[in-house]
């Protein structure tokens, strides 16, 4: 029924568990009318991928009111996770939306943001899938932020106006993440992995600055594809110029598939009543024996450290949690068992402040979220080398002669030392 946002509100209770809708999706107006009410509430905990915009239940003052749980620590909720008032639940995006299927996380209360319903009766989910289908079609209770800036989006989002309870209507533009210009570090990343993309690619890749300078190295590619987690602005002056065409996959040809989206309103205008663009759920799109069917996959994914064994770290800094395991896995496994496929791990060599992101071991309390076992391709600025098959001696070598050349003698120092 649509009603106003203090009455579908007063469902929630203490104790409750409440999925807030992902990325681009985030419905803002209701998160901001829920976390107004912080003093009616004691222990809600707060169950979320990446969510864009303001996060003020995250704030100090709400601690008693909201717990959060994030499968994925964005920016507007790390410092609360780094400080205690909230956690991280380490999973595979995956396996993510059988967690709220098969009731080991029970959803009381879905908020979600949709677009007006058509003719039918039925909304779409629009640029978030990913776990958000999974945890709306689970919950006891359905709240939308009915929104004519959601655009319709072909494929899994589709919602009937029976299956939500309370329809909240606030139009409320959708958050854009712009681009910021390439460094010449990031350029130089970026012209290597191209390097190593095929004509006839299905490409996984996600949002930021090596991406999009990958993206921008492509423009003389042919027939590449897009099967991905997420995608942005980046791909759009390859699907105009025809470079991506998705003509050479095999599930879904023609086809740009993804499970959720973050960008621009030009982004969002493409995505609308878009029948070449399918947004999928994540038990399907990162699914690796799915993933694998393509042809030449190439995952791209980054890293926040790396060990001379091969050894990837790439959702915390030391012990504190600085992002999520995310879909690095579920690719990097699908791309190594695709036909021809390459499985990238791309990062600069050091950190902003000069420290090197090759180290001979991980930080203490560092996660391993990519395995040596899995890891083929490693890229910096100053080149590309493929790990698999390699000893941990010859390894250490290859990727010293990636590092920053600062810090080089160092590592071969500590290596020989390490491994001797």
Do not use: W
Request: charged share 20%; proline share 5%; with cysteine.
């Amino acid at each position: 029924m649509i009603c106003s946002v203090q009455e579908a509100l007063t469902v929630i209770k203490s104790g409750d568990n409440v999925f807030i809708h992902s990325a681009a999706a985030t419905p803002q107006f209701l998160v901001n009318e829920l976390s107004k009410r912080a003093c009616d509430f004691k222990n809600v905990s707060i169950y979320s991928m990446h969510t864009e915009g303001d996060a003020p239940y995250a704030k100090p003052d709400c601690a008693d009111a909201f717990k959060i749980k994030a499968f994925f620590v964005g920016e507007n909720v790390r410092e609360a996770v780094q400080h205690g008032r909230g956690s991280y639940i380490p999973v595979f995006l995956s396996e993510a939306p059988s967690l709220f299927r098969k009731g080991i996380i029970p959803i009381d209360v879905a908020l979600i943001s949709v677009s007006p319903p058509d003719e039918h009766g039925y909304c779409s989910l629009g640029t978030s899938i990913d776990i958000s289908s999974a945890a709306q079609q689970s919950a006891k209770i359905v709240i939308a932020q009915v929104n004519k800036f959601v655009p319709r989006t072909h494929g899994d989002g589709l919602i009937h106006v029976k299956e939500i309870d309370y329809m909240v209507e606030h139009d409320q533009e959708l958050p854009e993440t712009r681009d910021r210009p390439l460094s010449d570090t990031e350029k130089a990343i970026g012209k290597h992995v191209a390097s190593l993309v095929e004509d006839g690619a299905t490409l996984q890749m996600g949002i930021g600055a090596i991406p999009n300078a990958v993206l921008s190295c492509l423009t003389g590619h042919k027939d590449l594809g897009i099967h991905s987690e997420m995608f942005s602005d980046g791909i759009l002056p390859l699907v105009e110029k025809g470079v991506i065409n998705g003509s050479k996959k095999l599930k879904h040809p023609g086809m740009i598939v993804g499970s959720f989206a973050v960008g621009t309103k030009r982004l969002y205008d493409f995505m609308n009543d878009n029948p070449i663009v399918k947004m999928l759920d994540f038990a399907y799109v990162n699914n690796t024996d799915v993933i694998r069917k393509n042809p030449k996959v190439t995952a791209i994914n980054s890293a926040i450290e790396i060990d001379l064994t091969g050894q990837v770290c790439a959702d915390s800094i030391g012990s504190k949690i600085f992002s999520g395991v995310g879909g690095q896995m579920d690719f990097i496994r699908g791309a190594s068992l695709s036909e021809g496929g390459k499985p990238i791990i791309a990062l600069s060599s050091t950190t902003k402040n000069g420290a090197s992101k090759i180290s001979v071991t991980l930080k203490p309390g560092a996660g391993v979220v990519t395995t040596r076992a899995h890891v083929h391709y490693v890229v910096t600025e100053y080149g590309a080398v493929n790990l698999y098959g390699k000893t941990l001696e010859e390894r250490a070598k290859l990727l010293i002669g990636i590092a920053h050349p600062d810090h080089r003698e160092r590592l071969q120092k500590e290596a020989y030392d390490l491994l001797k």
